[in-house]
T-cell receptor, first 117, second 114 residues
Framework: NAGVTQTPKFQVLKTGQSMTLQCAQD?????MSWYRQDPGMGLRLIHY???????DQGEVPNGYNVSRSTTEDFPLRLLSAAPSQTSVYFC????????????????FGPGTRLLVL | AQSVAQPEDQVNVAEGNPLTVKCTYS??????LFWYVQYPNRGLQFLLK??????LVKGSYGFEAEFNKSQTSFHLKKPSALVSDSALYFC????????????FGTGTRLQVTL
C-alpha cells in the first residue's frame, strides 16, 4: 500500500491564482480530511468527507472547496489564492470511525507546502 | 466544545533521561485521546491512543501515555529519551458527537541532546 499520497510537494502561487492539491489513498478508507498547519497553531481542519459524495466544512473552510467523487481521491481547490493561505497542507484518511479499536486512527500524507506571493 | 492544550512549546531533555510531554483536555463524555509525532518535513505519525480501560497506554517507539481523569490530562512519557526522538508532538481528542473528527493541540517540540 502506498498509504496517503499528496501532490505536489511544494508549490508557489501568485495572489489570485487557482490550484488543486491532490490527495489519494489506497486503503479503502471512508473518511478523509484536509488540514492546514501553521506555526503555533497546530493542525486546523479545513474540510472533511465521510464517504464518496459527502463533504462538510471544518474549522477554517473559507477560500477552499472540496469534492469527493471516488473513495480514493479527495482534492482540495483554492479558487483565488491569498497570502493568508500560505501554509503546509496535510491530507488524512481513516476507517469510518475512530472508535473503540486501538488501531483506528488517521493516516496522514507527507504534506504540500504552499507559498502564496 | 472539546479542546486540548499543550502548555509547553518546547521540552528539552538529555539523552537517557526520562521525558514527559504534557497534554490536558476538555471534552464532554468519555474522551478518545491520541498522540502523534511529526518529524521534519514529514506527515504526522500515530503513536498511541486511549479509548478506555487501563490508564497507561503503550505505543510505538517505546512511548507511553498516562490518562488521568481527575486531572483531565494525557501526558506522553518515555523512560529513556533518544536523540532520534527529537520531533514535534501533537496531542488530539476526538470531537464529541462525530465518528472521525479530531481536534489537535498546538504541538510541543521535543529536543533531545547528547
Amino acid at each position: 500500500n502506498a498509504g496517503v499520497t499528496q501532490t505536489p510537494k511544494f508549490q508557489v502561487l501568485k495572489t489570485g491564482q487557482s490550484m488543486t492539491l491532490q490527495c489519494a489513498q489506497d486503503m479503502n478508507h471512508e473518511y478523509m480530511s484536509w488540514y492546514r498547519q501553521d506555526p503555533g497553531m497546530g493542525l486546523r481542519l479545513i474540510h472533511y468527507s465521510v464517504g464518496a459524495g459527502i463533504t462538510d466544512q471544518g474549522e477554517v473552510p473559507n477560500g477552499y472547496n472540496v469534492s469527493r467523487s471516488t473513495t480514493e481521491d479527495f482534492p482540495l481547490r483554492l479558487l483565488s489564492a491569498a497570502p493568508s493561505q500560505t501554509s503546509v497542507y496535510f491530507c488524512a484518511s481513516s476507517y469510518s470511525g475512530l472508535g473503540s479499536s486501538r488501531q483506528e486512527t488517521q493516516y496522514f500524507g507527507p504534506g504540500t507546502r504552499l507559498l502564496v506571493l | 466544545a472539546q479542546s486540548v492544550a499543550q502548555p509547553e512549546d518546547q521540552v528539552n531533555v538529555a539523552e537517557g533521561n526520562p521525558l514527559t510531554v504534557k497534554c490536558t483536555y476538555s471534552v464532554s463524555g468519555n474522551p478518545y485521546l491520541f498522540w502523534y509525532v511529526q518529524y521534519p518535513n514529514r506527515g504526522l505519525q500515530f503513536l498511541l491512543k486511549y479509548i478506555t480501560g487501563d490508564n497507561l497506554v503503550k505505543g510505538s517507539y517505546g512511548f507511553e501515555a498516562e490518562f488521568n481523569k481527575s486531572q483531565t490530562s494525557f501526558h506522553l512519557k518515555k523512560p529513556s529519551a533518544l536523540v532520534s526522538d527529537s520531533a514535534l508532538y501533537f496531542c488530539a481528542v476526538r470531537v464529541t458527537g462525530t465518528a472521525s473528527k479530531l481536534t489537535f493541540g498546538t504541538g510541543t517540540r521535543l529536543q533531545v541532546t547528547l
